[in-house]
């Protein structure tokens, strides 16, 4: 396929499995370089919808209600946006990520719900309530290589102000000091057919819309024996440790002899992450040692009992849930969210509706870190590891955002 007939990008119908298959297919290609340069538009279609509703939301437009059509209407703008890129290992797999990888709950949730199906986006919901019921812990370790400046990313508790969760459109009190010096209608959704902009050639005006609140999402299969959660956990149990000695846990990207990652082992049909067009731009750096190697002496390490980590470099993991408010497609960090034992299932609970609208991340029980590259280790036998939604193999998993190459995603300027 040449790439010369999508230089203006390739708009993808869909949820956010077939995003997950468009990247990996363009960086299957042998001029992956280049064809990862195509910019990624989306018309959500799917039952999450996440890099739909993270782009939504960067535009302010509205990704809650008549989603399809705002992400119609952006498409007719011009501009795209760098994206990050993920690559992830695991002892059979070598794959591109674009959203998350995610361990207990989250996961559980994710993929127990597809019994559930018929519901729709529901699912999720009723998932969530069922696999709370039904409380597991797992036990694992993580380790993680810090980004240098962890307050660059962390979102300020006193300033911040969360949507709220209301039938009609709820705004920021900055939207509404803007909205009083507007004279333009708020949204598409707001406008009359006679009202719309004619379709030239040119850019059209801006039409501001108000971020909303969202609602949560889970799902549920009882594939393997319920763990329930003993409430008298012993917090002790979660142990937190530097991996390395004293005086030797800075991280310095620059350290690292970047190597060529290269499909040769594992799964022969995943992106090799080389360029083998010939055209000598070939190599992507990495800093990830063998999963069958120690990490370095920087990284550090968390190991304990979680109920759920989440690792995701996207403001939303669905349609319903802001996992990581205001985050830019190109930040060139992961946030890694975990909630550690003991925890109620009245503070799972209460954490699903936080996790509509991001103030998750304010909640004492749930634990942020900002990193560049992780490990992680189940050590609970059954359990689910997904990456971008799907489902893979369980075992030890590693991933870092690629330094030197980034993705495109079709968006115009935020407001």
Known sequence: MELEKFHDGIVIVSGDGLVYEVIN?????KDRMKAVQVPIGVIPAGSGNAMASAILHRVGENYRKNAIMHAAFILTKPGSHPLDLISVQTDTLKVISFLAVAWGIIADIDIESERYRFLGAARFTFGA???IINLRHYHGKLTYLPVDDPSKYQISKS????PKDNDDETIHDDDEIQRQHMTRHHSTYQMKADELPEMTGRSMPRHLTVTQGLSLQGD????FKDKFIREDLDSNGFTKHPSSEEGDSGVNISNGSPRELSSSTGNTSSPCLTDSSGSGEGTIETLLPALSEPVPSNWETLEGDFVGIVITYMSHLSQDVMAWPDREFDEGCLSIQYLKCPVTRKNCLDLMEAFTDGSHIEKDLVQVLYARAFRLE???EPGILTIDGERIDYGPIQA???P???GKVLTPAPR
């Open 129 to 131: 309530f069922v696999r």
């Open 25 to 29: 297919g363009l960086m299957d290609r």
């Open 400 to 402: 870092e955002v690629i």
């Open 220 to 223: 549920d299969e009882f594939s």
């Open 404 to 406: 030197n190459l980034k």
């Open 378 to 380: 189940p050590m609970t």
């Open 159 to 162: 300033s911040r102000i969360y």
